[in-house]
């Protein structure tokens, strides 16, 4: 079995029929998110962000808008999660 779906990723636009979904939810980060990272693995620390395009030698896209979307935490994991609902629904 194959199934094909729209990958997940920025700008997080979800269909018509998952806008309403988690209306008014707030994001409530981890107790973890404020915790002292340092001496942990380097995923788990802030680092400098690495210029893939320059590495890979292509030209990055052009940033797409999220088409007057909210833009702070709440609207964008929202939107995450809207997106995920439509990737859920295809596999069922």
């Not at 896209?61 to 979307?69: A, I, L, M, V």
Request: proline letters at 11%.
């Amino acid at each position: 079995m194959k199934g094909n779906l729209k990958a997940a990723h920025t700008p997080y636009l979800p269909a018509k029929r998952f806008e309403s979904l988690y209306a008014g939810a707030k994001y409530v980060p981890p107790p973890s998110a404020d915790e002292d990272l340092s001496g942990k693995p380097v995923l788990r620390r802030a680092v400098e962000p690495a210029d893939w395009a320059a590495l890979e030698g292509v030209a990055p896209e052009p940033p797409e808008s999220r088409r007057g979307r909210g833009a702070d935490r709440d609207s964008v994991v929202r939107d995450q999660l809207r997106t995920l609902a439509a990737v859920d629904e295809g596999v069922g």
